[in-house]
C-alpha cells in the first residue's frame, strides 16, 4: 500500500487543473455562435454529444438532402462524451452479465448487434479519417479482493457459454499484464473494446456530418418543443427551428424533454489524469499490451493509458445530488478527488512521485437498469434515448440508430427488442430519490467491505431488477 498521507494527496490533487484533459488541448475546435432567428429543417436533433452526432451522421449520409440541425447547449461533447474514459465496448447493456439479467431471451441477439456496432464503428471512424487515437487492445478485469477471484472465474464460465473469447489470469500471469501488488486474478477479453480518444471521436464526428451539410447550432440551449399543426417548433432563448422530426439526445439532461427525468438519473463520476509517465515509469508497471483495466468491485476502478503514456484513472465514488443537481459546482469535489487518489497509488505505490495534470468530473445518465432507455411523443414525431449509465461510447452509435429508426417510424430488428420497447422502473419522485439513492450507495459500498454479500435490501432491489451503477 502507498506511503501518502491525506495530507499528501489532497495537495497533489490540487495541484492538478480542475479541467477536462480531452478538451483541454490546443487543437480543441472554436465553439459556434448560438441560433436567431426562425430556420426551418427536416429533423432537429437536441445534444450534441455521441449520440447526436452519429445520429446526425447516419441521418445525413442515408437519406442525402435531408435537412439535419443538431442544436447544443454549449460546445459539441459538452457532456460526458468528452470527459469519458474512452472504453468503447461492444456491450449494449453495461455488460454481458446485467444483460443476461434484464434480458436473458435477447441476449445472444443483443451481443451480435454490439458486435457489429463496434466493428461498424471502427469502420465508420476509419472510412471518414478521423483520428480517434484507436487502440484495439481489449481490456482486463482484475480481481483485487479474495472474493474476487471466484467471481471472475464464475464470469469467465459465462463468457464461454456464450461463445465470447476470453483468457482466465491467475495473480503472476495478471501482474505480468500490468504490475500491481493488489492484483490476485484477472480476465482478459482481447476483441470486446477499443480504446480510444473521446474528444478526438466526437469533434472528428463534427466534421464530418458538417461536410455532408449539417447545420450545428452550438451555445443554444433548447428551451421546449411544441406541436404547431403537422410540425414541431423547437425553441432556443434567440431563435427557433420547425421541423418534422425531432431527436432528443441530453442523455443525463432532461430538458426539454422531463419525462426522461422519470427514468434517467444524473450520476457525477470523477477522473484523474496523471502526468506523463517516464520510460522508467512505465517499465516499472508493465503494461505493454495497453488494454483498459477495471477492477471487480461494485464500486469499481476504471483505468487506461493515454496516447503520450498518461494514466487517466477514475470511477468508485459516483455521486447523486438532490433534486437531479447538475452543473459545474458538481464537477470538482475535492474529496472524491482525494480519495480515488489514494486508491491510485495503492495500486501502483512503485509511481509515488507521479503527478496529476487534470481533475474533473462528468453526469453519467443512469437507468435502473443500466442500459438506455427510449420513449417517443407526439405520434413518434419525437423521439428520445438515454441512460447508457458507464458504457455509452459504442452503444451510443447503437442508441442514435435506434432513435432514428423510431422518429422515421420504422420497425426493425432494433426497435423490437424488449429492451426498446419496455422502459426500465422509473425512479421514485424526490425527496424519496436522494434517500433511496444514497441508502443504496451506503448499501453496495457495504457489500464491497462484506466480501461482495449484497445484504437485504439489494437483493430486495434485485428482485424487483433494479439498482444503482456508475
Ligand atoms: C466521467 C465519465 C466516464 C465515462 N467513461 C466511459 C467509458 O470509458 N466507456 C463508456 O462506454 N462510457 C463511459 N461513460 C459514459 C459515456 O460517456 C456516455 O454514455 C456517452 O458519452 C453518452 O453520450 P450522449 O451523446 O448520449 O450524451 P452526452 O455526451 O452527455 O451529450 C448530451 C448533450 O446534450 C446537451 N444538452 C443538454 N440539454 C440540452 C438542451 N436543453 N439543449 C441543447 N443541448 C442540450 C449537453 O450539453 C450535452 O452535450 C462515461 C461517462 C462519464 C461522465
Given at each position: 500500500?502507498?506511503?501518502?498521507?491525506?495530507?499528501?494527496?489532497?495537495?497533489?490533487?490540487?495541484?492538478?487543473?480542475?479541467?477536462?484533459?480531452?478538451?483541454?488541448?490546443?487543437?480543441?475546435?472554436?465553439?459556434?455562435?448560438?441560433?436567431?432567428?426562425?430556420?426551418?429543417?427536416?429533423?432537429?436533433?437536441?445534444?450534441?454529444?455521441?449520440?447526436?452526432?452519429?445520429?446526425?451522421?447516419?441521418?445525413?449520409?442515408?437519406?442525402?438532402?435531408?435537412?439535419?440541425?443538431?442544436?447544443?447547449?454549449?460546445?459539441?461533447?459538452?457532456?460526458?462524451?468528452?470527459?469519458?474514459?474512452?472504453?468503447?465496448?461492444?456491450?449494449?447493456?453495461?455488460?454481458?452479465?446485467?444483460?443476461?439479467?434484464?434480458?436473458?431471451?435477447?441476449?445472444?441477439?443483443?451481443?451480435?448487434?454490439?458486435?457489429?456496432?463496434?466493428?461498424?464503428?471502427?469502420?465508420?471512424?476509419?472510412?471518414?479519417?478521423?483520428?480517434?487515437?484507436?487502440?484495439?487492445?481489449?481490456?482486463?478485469?482484475?480481481?483485487?479482493?479474495?472474493?474476487?477471484?471466484?467471481?471472475?472465474?464464475?464470469?469467465?464460465?459465462?463468457?464461454?457459454?456464450?461463445?465470447?473469447?476470453?483468457?482466465?489470469?491467475?495473480?503472476?500471469?495478471?501482474?505480468?499484464?500490468?504490475?500491481?501488488?493488489?492484483?490476485?486474478?484477472?480476465?482478459?477479453?482481447?476483441?470486446?473494446?477499443?480504446?480510444?480518444?473521446?474528444?478526438?471521436?466526437?469533434?472528428?464526428?463534427?466534421?464530418?456530418?458538417?461536410?455532408?451539410?449539417?447545420?450545428?447550432?452550438?451555445?443554444?440551449?433548447?428551451?421546449?418543443?411544441?406541436?404547431?399543426?403537422?410540425?414541431?417548433?423547437?425553441?432556443?432563448?434567440?431563435?427557433?427551428?420547425?421541423?418534422?422530426?425531432?431527436?432528443?439526445?441530453?442523455?443525463?439532461?432532461?430538458?426539454?424533454?422531463?419525462?426522461?427525468?422519470?427514468?434517467v438519473i444524473p450520476i457525477y463520476d470523477h477522473v484523474l489524469m496523471t502526468e506523463p509517465l517516464t520510460t522508467e515509469q512505465m517499465a516499472?508497471?508493465?503494461?505493454?499490451?495497453?488494454?483498459?483495466?477495471?477492477?471487480?468491485?461494485?464500486?469499481?476502478?476504471?483505468?487506461?493509458?493515454?496516447?503520450?503514456?498518461?494514466?487517466?484513472?477514475?470511477?468508485?465514488?459516483?455521486?447523486?445530488?438532490?433534486?437531479?443537481?447538475?452543473?459545474p459546482e458538481y464537477e470538482q469535489r475535492v474529496d472524491s478527488h482525494v480519495t480515488i487518489a489514494g486508491h491510485f497509488f495503492d495500486t501502483?505505490?512503485?509511481?509515488?512521485?507521479?503527478?496529476?495534470?487534470?481533475?474533473?468530473?462528468?453526469?453519467?445518465?443512469?437507468?435502473?437498469?443500466?442500459?438506455?432507455?427510449?420513449?417517443?411523443?407526439?405520434?413518434?414525431?419525437?423521439?428520445?434515448?438515454?441512460?447508457?449509465?458507464?458504457?455509452?461510447?459504442?452503444?451510443?452509435?447503437?442508441?442514435?440508430?435506434?432513435?432514428?429508426?423510431?422518429?422515421?417510424?420504422?420497425?426493425?430488428?432494433?426497435?423490437?427488442?424488449?429492451?426498446?420497447?419496455?422502459?426500465?422502473?422509473?425512479?421514485?419522485?424526490?425527496?424519496?430519490?436522494?434517500?433511496?439513492?444514497?441508502?443504496?450507495?451506503?448499501?453496495?459500498?457495504?457489500?464491497?467491505?462484506?466480501?461482495?454479500?449484497?445484504?437485504?435490501?439489494?437483493?430486495?432491489?434485485?428482485?424487483?431488477?433494479?439498482?444503482?451503477?456508475?
Amino acid at each position: 500500500m502507498s506511503g501518502l498521507d491525506s495530507r499528501q494527496l489532497d495537495a497533489l490533487v490540487r495541484d492538478a487543473k480542475p479541467a477536462v484533459y480531452w478538451s483541454d488541448r490546443s487543437f480543441a475546435p472554436d465553439v459556434g455562435d448560438p441560433i436567431i432567428g426562425t430556420h426551418e429543417g427536416d429533423l432537429v436533433i437536441i445534444g450534441g454529444g455521441f449520440t447526436g452526432m452519429w445520429a446526425a451522421l447516419h441521418a445525413a449520409e442515408e437519406q442525402p438532402g435531408r435537412s439535419v440541425h443538431v442544436v447544443e447547449a454549449e460546445r459539441i461533447g459538452h457532456g460526458a462524451s468528452s470527459r469519458n474514459g474512452g472504453f468503447c465496448e461492444a456491450s449494449l447493456t453495461h455488460g454481458l452479465l446485467n444483460g443476461l439479467s434484464h434480458w436473458p431471451n435477447d441476449i445472444d441477439a443483443l451481443n451480435r448487434m454490439g458486435n457489429d456496432n463496434l466493428t461498424a464503428l471502427l469502420a465508420d471512424v476509419e472510412r471518414l479519417g478521423i483520428d480517434a487515437a484507436v487502440e484495439t487492445t481489449g481490456t482486463m478485469n482484475v480481481a483485487t479482493e479474495p472474493w474476487q477471484v471466484d467471481d471472475i472465474a464464475e464470469y469467465a464460465d459465462t463468457l464461454r457459454a456464450h461463445g465470447e473469447e476470453f483468457e482466465l489470469l491467475d495473480a503472476a500471469a495478471t501482474r505480468a499484464e500490468v504490475d500491481s501488488p493488489t492484483y490476485l486474478a484477472g480476465v482478459v477479453e482481447p476483441h470486446s473494446c477499443a480504446m480510444i480518444d473521446p474528444a478526438k471521436l466526437v469533434w472528428g464526428l463534427r466534421d464530418a456530418v458538417e461536410r455532408l451539410g449539417v447545420i450545428i447550432h452550438e451555445n443554444s440551449r433548447v428551451i421546449s418543443v411544441d406541436e404547431l399543426g403537422a410540425a414541431l417548433t423547437v425553441r432556443m432563448s434567440a431563435g427557433s427551428i420547425r421541423a418534422n422530426r425531432v431527436l432528443v439526445a441530453t442523455n443525463a439532461w432532461a430538458e426539454p424533454e422531463k419525462q426522461i427525468r422519470n427514468y434517467v438519473i444524473p450520476i457525477y463520476d470523477h477522473v484523474l489524469m496523471t502526468e506523463p509517465l517516464t520510460t522508467e515509469q512505465m517499465a516499472s508497471i508493465g503494461w505493454g499490451a495497453r488494454r483498459g483495466l477495471s477492477d471487480w468491485a461494485n464500486q469499481f476502478h476504471y483505468y487506461r493509458l493515454t496516447e503520450d503514456n498518461r494514466i487517466l484513472w477514475g470511477g468508485y465514488d459516483a455521486n447523486y445530488y438532490k433534486g437531479n443537481g447538475m452543473g459545474p459546482e458538481y464537477e470538482q469535489r475535492v474529496d472524491s478527488h482525494v480519495t480515488i487518489a489514494g486508491h491510485f497509488f495503492d495500486t501502483f505505490p512503485q509511481l509515488e512521485g507521479l503527478g496529476f495534470s487534470h481533475r474533473w468530473a462528468g453526469p453519467i445518465g443512469t437507468t435502473s437498469k443500466f442500459t438506455a432507455a427510449f420513449g417517443t411523443k407526439y405520434d413518434g414525431r419525437l423521439a428520445w434515448v438515454a441512460g447508457y449509465t458507464g458504457l455509452g461510447v459504442g452503444a451510443s452509435r447503437w442508441g442514435a440508430r435506434v432513435g432514428l429508426d423510431l422518429v422515421d417510424g420504422k420497425s426493425t430488428e432494433r426497435t423490437e427488442l424488449a429492451m426498446v420497447r419496455r422502459k426500465p422502473m422509473p425512479f421514485p419522485p424526490e425527496p424519496l430519490r436522494n434517500a433511496v439513492i444514497q441508502f443504496t450507495r451506503g448499501q453496495i459500498a457495504k457489500a464491497d467491505a462484506n466480501e461482495g454479500e449484497p445484504g437485504p435490501w439489494l437483493n430486495l432491489l434485485d428482485k424487483f431488477g433494479i439498482g444503482f451503477d456508475s
